[in-house]
Nanobody, 123 residues
Framework: QVQLVESGGGLVQPGGSLRLSCTSS????????IGWSRQAPGKEREGIAC????????YFADSVKGRFTVSSDKSKNPVYLQMNNLKPEDTAVYYC????????????????WGQGTQVTVSS
C-alpha cells in the first residue's frame, strides 16, 4: 500500500520550534518533488512549502518564509519540515502533500496525501 505518514506534531509555545517528518512506503520520495500543506480550523488548505528532487530549489509561502525550512538526506525518506519561531497562526494540521503551485518551483507528479499531524502553538 502506497502511503505517506507525517509525524512530529504537538503542542509548542509561541516562539518555539518543531520538526515534522514525512516518511513513505511504496513511493520512492527521492524521485519526486515533495510538498507540505496545512489546514487551520475553519480555513482552506494552504500549500506552504516544497523541495525539488535535486534539492536545488525550494518554495515557501509568504506566511512561513524565513521561519520554515525543508530538508532531507539523499534517500529523501524522511523529508523534514523544520518550523522555527512558531506563531499561534501556525496552528493547523500539517500534511505531506503534492507540491503547491504545480510548475512554479516544484512539480506535482503524485496525488497522495498523508493523514496529517496536528501542530498547536499556544501559551
Amino acid at each position: 500500500q502506497v502511503q505517506l505518514v507525517e509525524s512530529g506534531g504537538g503542542l509548542v509555545q509561541p516562539g518555539g520550534s518543531l520538526r515534522l517528518s514525512c516518511t513513505s512506503s511504496g513511493l520512492t520520495l527521492e524521485y519526486y518533488d515533495i510538498g507540505w500543506s496545512r489546514q487551520a480550523p475553519g480555513k482552506e488548505r494552504e500549500g506552504i512549502a516544497c523541495i525539488t528532487t535535486n534539492y536545488r530549489s525550494t518554495y515557501f509561502a509568504d506566511s512561513v518564509k524565513g521561519r520554515f525550512t525543508v530538508s532531507s538526506d539523499k534517500s529523501k525518506n524522511p523529508v523534514y519540515l523544520q518550523m522555527n519561531n512558531l506563531k499561534p497562526e501556525d496552528t493547523a494540521v500539517y500534511y505531506c502533500a503534492p507540491p503547491p503551485l504545480d510548475g512554479l518551483v516544484c512539480k506535482a507528479d503524485y496525488d497522495l496525501w498523508g493523514q496529517g499531524t496536528q501542530v498547536t502553538v499556544s501559551s
